[in-house]
């Protein structure tokens, strides 16, 4: 029912900044909310950012306040990630995904449709 294609990782120094979208298709009217969330080797999927559809409210994990900031286009469907200022700690694969139903945005076993990922390598 909704596809999530996503782009823009890659390999950015310390400090540098890289922007990823999310590009969602298919019957996302009834979406609660989108968010991000990233996994690195040998570790658990952790909970990045997130934005409702309706109020566009954000959240966001404490790891990356202030440096990462949500954003979309319910025109376009798409979501958004700026990452800034970031830190090897950050090298891992970003995944949106999407929430029918509202509940705790930070949990990834709430999420219905997720994205293929992509990689974010952040060197020393």
């Known amino acids: 029912q909704v596809q999530l294609v996503e782009s823009g990782g890659g390999l950015v120094q310390a400090g540098g900044s890289l922007r990823l979208s999310c590009a969602a298709s298919?019957?996302?009217?009834?979406?609660?909310?989108m968010g991000w969330f990233r996994q690195a080797p040998g570790k658990e999927r952790e909970f990045v950012a997130a934005m409702t559809r309706s109020a566009g409210s954000t959240y966001y994990a404490d790891s990356v306040k202030g440096r990462f900031t949500i954003s979309g286009d319910n025109a376009k469907n798409t979501v958004y990630l700026q990452l800034n200022s970031l830190k090897p700690e950050d090298t891992a694969v970003y995944y949106c995904?999407?929430?029918?139903?509202?509940?705790?945005?930070?949990?990834?076993?709430?999420?219905?449709?997720w994205g293929q990922g992509t990689q974010v390598t952040v060197s020393s």
């Open positions: 298919g019957r996302t009217f009834s979406s609660y909310a």
């Open positions: 995904a999407v929430k029918l139903r509202d509940g705790d945005l930070a949990n990834s076993r709430g999420y219905d449709y």
